[in-house]
């Protein structure tokens, strides 16, 4: 079994900064993708960032310039370094990851994807 922990959520003012870690752990064979979506009261969840085991980064428009996102392949862990939020930027913020698992030497790896429970940013005017 895989799971993932979130931690750095937090109460904040429009300006300041926060840092989110997600750690990944259980049976786990390789990480592909390890991403950060958040949803707020009334919305769909949405990429707010993603990033390859090779680095490879992807974020959304409104976190460009803004948002870093970064992971240790050893650790199996993934931070979302978050500048300069702003009030539109409360919601519950979502690690997701996609790789493969392998309970044993004698099993084969299978695929996994998986959500962590969620931790709440809210930022204020």
């Known amino acids: 079994q895989v799971r993932l922990v979130e931690s750095g959520g937090g109460l904040v003012q429009a300006g300041e900064s926060l840092r989110l870690s997600c750690a990944a752990s259980?049976?786990?064979?390789?990480?592909?993708?390890m991403s950060w979506y958040r949803q707020a009261p009334g919305k769909q969840r949405d990429l707010v960032a993603s990033?390859?085991?090779?680095?490879?980064?992807n974020y959304a428009d409104s976190a460009k310039g803004r948002f870093t996102i970064s992971r240790d392949n050893a650790k199996n862990t993934v931070e979302l370094q978050m500048n300069r939020l702003k009030p539109e930027d409360t919601a519950v913020y979502y690690c997701?990851?996609?790789?493969?698992?392998?309970?044993?030497?004698?099993?084969?790896?299978?695929?996994?994807?998986?959500w962590g429970q969620g931790t709440q940013v809210t930022v204020s005017s």
């Open positions: 997701y990851a996609i790789g493969l698992r392998r309970d044993g030497p004698e099993y084969r790896p299978s695929d996994f994807a998986i």
């Open positions: 259980g049976s786990i064979f390789s990480i592909h993708v």
């Open positions: 990033i390859s085991s090779g680095g490879n980064t």
